[in-house]
Nanobody, 132 residues
Framework: QLQLVESGGGLVQPGGSLRLSCAGS????????IGWFRQAPGKEREGVAC????????FYADSVKGRFTISRDNGKNTVYLQMDSLKTEDTAVYYC?????????????????????????WGQGTQVTVSS
């Protein structure tokens, strides 16, 4: 049974960096698309980044493009979200989610977020606070 555990959140000043980890157990994460989502107080959950399993493509929300990087470490069965140049508006609980379909072709970030949001397997979240 797939389980995901996020870690790496914390308090950071604007302009700083954090690296979030999404550690998997029960399945090999390299075979499944993985997405990072976030939810700020009073706002809807939104997709931030997604990495495909079929071809390794990465997709990013416009709000984080150029600042966040999603990557895999297959040896550790972990997916990372490197967050640089953090802004106060990045403050949220961050979640990772895994597709339940083996090596599904995605084609776009929107498709990835839609699939994972409705039918993915989720972790418990990690808090990221960007504040001076």
């Amino acid at each position: 049974q797939l389980q995901l555990v996020e870690s790496g959140g914390g308090l950071v000043q604007p302009g700083g960096s954090l690296r979030l980890s999404c550690a998997g157990s029960g399945v090999t994460l390299d075979n499944y698309a993985i997405g990072w989502f976030r939810q700020a107080p009073g706002k809807e959950r939104e997709g931030v980044a997604c990495i495909s399993a079929s071809d390794g493509s990465a997709f990013y929300a416009d709000s984080v493009k150029g600042r966040f990087t999603i990557s895999r470490d297959n040896g550790k069965n972990t997916v990372y979200l490197q967050m640089d140049s953090l802004k106060t508006e990045d403050t949220a609980v961050y979640y990772c989610a895994a597709d339940l379909y083996y090596r599904r072709s995605l084609g776009s970030g929107y498709r990835c977020y839609s699939i994972l949001f409705s039918a993915g397997s989720w972790g418990q979240g990690t808090q990221v606070t960007v504040s001076s």
